[in-house]
């Protein structure tokens, strides 16, 4: 400040170099008070009663600094009782000097809990707390935090239409694992990573939860919110707790939703903790921190971005099987319709019509043609005072003002498969563009 005396700047910068030098504090607090300024010597003296707790100077001093009576040094003599034989002579009491209470008067005790509701906007805590770990051990991340879903009732049979997928999904992962002999016998693995790409919205999430209950298993969704730690080592801790977790619960499903997030090429990462996360997940999924590996822990992962994924977690043994989840096909669009139909007030709907009208839509592009249809027939509703049905106008009407939110994401995928697709990774993409006549 700049009214400060000399000293009391020179005892402050020295404070500051040694905030635990509790001598020195106290005697910067006393000719803070010698100025009256009792508030920043109450500051001072509760910092240093953090640092000493049990300092009778820092004591004494808050009690002058907050202008509370200091109790007396030692108590007055108590007279002796008088006996039976005695008649107890009253003692004179001598009047009390101007300066001083009354004997008989009751002194007040300091309270402690009031001194610290005083002070505490004046001086923050010591030390910093995890709030993670305000119930456990001191560790963020608690393994038993995590959520996992029982077996779900949810099969690749609810999954309408998308026939290509699921043979392919039988082919490569299901089919292995619904077969122990044949397992044993060819020696394969109770264990396997498979990464589902496509244009966002077209169910992959839903039918990673259909592998789910395919196989039995349980389910553990992880994303980014999920893994990401302000503590330094947290992140990679809560990534070995949930692989921990899915070891416990096994057979188990874990679903790395947003790939492309959690586990980001390293090249293109600046923050050493991305990196880190990365590292540690390419370390759960060889099972290198398990002494029993990751038997029974089948790990799915999605992404729309599949070439942003580290290369690393491609490799055999790691994320090695590969889905593209193109957008529904007709008889797929058929069942997303009349799902989102089911209860809603329809006339005569002409789904064959609705279907071809609304080619290369997604699920969530399906979800809002209905959506908007029935807004349409809400308003004519409300202004002619009677209600009408939502008609096969008012769908293929709401299909024609809303464009398939597939066309940007197969731009930017037609460049990948043309020029980038090393060691053919993107070549059931490239069929598909070629199939469609897009290349």
């Known amino acids: 400040m700049a009214d400060e005396s000399p000293l009391i700047r020179s005892l402050r910068a020295a404070v500051a170099a040694a905030p635990g030098d509790v001598p020195l504090r106290l005697h910067f607090a006393e000719l803070l008070l010698a100025e009256g300024r009792n508030d920043e010597a109450v500051a001072e003296a509760a910092v240093a009663l953090q640092h000493a707790p049990g300092d009778a100077d820092a004591r004494a001093l808050m009690v002058r600094a907050m202008g509370l009576p200091t109790s007396p040094a030692t108590p007055p003599p108590t007279p002796p009782p008088a006996t039976a034989t005695e008649t107890p002579v009253p003692t004179p009491t001598p009047a009390p000097a101007p300066d001083e209470p009354a004997p008989d008067a009751p002194t007040p005790s300091f309270d402690w809990n009031a001194a610290e509701q005083q002070v505490q906007d004046l001086v923050g805590p010591r030390f910093l707390e995890d709030p993670q770990a305000a119930d456990g051990d001191g560790t963020a991340g608690d393994a038993a935090a995590w959520d996992v879903d029982a077996p779900g009732s949810v099969r690749l049979a609810d999954v309408g239409g998308m026939e290509e997928v699921k043979d ?149 043994g790691r994320l090695d099987r590969t889905l593209l989840v193109l957008p529904p096909d007709a008889a797929a669009r058929e069942a997303i319709l009349r799902y989102h139909l089911r209860e809603r007030p329809i006339e005569a709907v002409d789904l064959g019509k609705l279907v071809k009208s609304t080619e290369d839509f997604s699920g969530a592009d399906l979800a809002h043609v209905c959506e908007t249809a029935a807004e349409a027939a809400l308003l004519d509703s409300a202004r002619s005072g009677s209600v009408r049905l939502i008609t096969t106008k008012d769908l293929l009407g709401a299909a024609k003002q809303i464009k398939p939110s597939t066309e940007p994401w197969f731009a930017a995928a037609r460049n990948v498969a043309m020029f980038a697709n090393e060691g053919g990774l993107y070549d059931d993409l490239l069929a598909h563009l070629k199939r469609k006549r897009k290349l």
């Open 168 to 316: 392919r999904l039988e082919a490569a992962f299901l089919a292995p694992m619904r077969n122990p002999e044949l397992r044993r016998l060819y020696g394969k693995s109770l264990r396997g990573g498979l990464l589902l790409y496509g244009p966002p919205g077209c169910g992959k999430t839903f039918i990673a939860r259909a592998v789910a209950g395919e196989l039995g298993a349980s389910f553990l969704t992880v994303s980014l919110s999920d893994v990401l730690d302000m503590w330094i080592g947290a992140s990679e801790k809560n990534i070995h707790d949930i692989f921990e977790t899915a070891r416990r619960q096994a057979p188990c499903v874990v679903f790395l939703d947003e790939l492309d997030a959690l586990g980001a090429k390293r090249s293109r990462t600046h923050h050493s903790g991305l990196r880190n996360v990365v590292n540690q997940l390419l370390t759960e999924l060889d099972g290198i921190a398990s002494g029993a590996g990751n038997e029974g822990v089948f790990v799915l992962a999605a992404t729309n971005v599949p070439w942003d994924v580290d290369i690393a977690l491609r490799r055999p």
